[in-house]
């Protein structure tokens, strides 16, 4: 019986050293895990990526995996706005310092994208520089509310517009709020346009797919175009 007791009694400490070895385990885990995404909502903006890009429009929303990143990214109220200039055109913008942006280099449109959630930058674009000759040679010097409306054709993952409607944002540009239809049959997305002063070869693009509608129309009021008599880098 004694034999048998002091097995029991070693099989039980067994046992609690394996339980015990296990829930630590899984306390690290999960630490690293933590650690991992408290890094990747904090990484610093402006990464530099090879040029080339080319932007494709307005992408459906993707379907988001159980594992994925929340779908919008949103900032607290006290996180300071930093400010993005362009490289080859004289605009400027604020965004949050913790929304991870990345620009290409050699890139004709100074495309601006968000490097955030499981979108590849490339297909994630936040600005650019319209080439209004590049999209339709045609469309230089008339009204831009036709170029808006007509946008659309440019890109196979489009049909149609649902609305355009003109605004004038705090840095006192000229917009148009644009809402396309893709080929699932909806309008998901919200795309902006700004005329630019003095310019009709050429409009500024926003685009927002990720971000939450406050960060977005901060940004698009934020937007001022600093010398409207520049011309691009050659």
Do not use: C
Not at 1 to 12: A, G, I, K, P, V
Not at 88 to 102: A, H, Q
Not at 176 to 197: L, S
């Amino acid at each position: 019986m004694d034999n048998q007791d002091s097995q029991t009694s070693f099989n039980s400490i067994q046992i609690i050293k394996i339980a015990l070895i296990t829930v630590g385990s899984v306390f690290i885990l999960a630490g690293a895990v933590l650690t991992a995404y408290r890094f990747s909502q904090t990484k610093k903006s402006d990464i530099v990526l090879p040029g080339g890009v080319t932007y494709l429009g307005a992408t459906p929303t993707l379907a988001v995996e159980p594992t994925a990143v929340p779908a919008k990214f949103i900032a607290s109220a006290t996180v300071p706005y930093k400010e993005k200039t362009g490289v080859n055109y004289p605009f400027s913008f604020s965004y949050p310092e913790t929304l991870p942006l990345v620009v290409f280099t050699d890139e004709p449109t100074d495309s601006v994208a968000i490097d955030w959630g499981n979108i590849p930058p490339q297909n994630n674009i936040l600005f650019n520089i319209e080439l209004i000759e590049k999209r339709d040679k045609s469309m230089i010097g008339k009204p831009k509310m036709e170029y808006v409306r007509n946008w659309w054709q440019y890109f196979s993952g489009l049909k149609g517009v649902n609305s355009v409607t003109p605004f004038t944002n705090l840095g006192g540009l000229k917009g148009y709020r644009a809402q396309y239809i893709n080929n699932a049959g909806t309008a998901p997305n919200a795309d902006i346009f700004f005329e630019v002063p003095g310019r009709n070869d050429i409009m500024i693009h926003l685009a927002n797919g990720i971000l939450d509608e406050s960060i977005f129309e901060r940004i698009v009021d934020s937007l001022k175009w600093i010398s409207p008599t520049s011309t691009p880098k050659k």
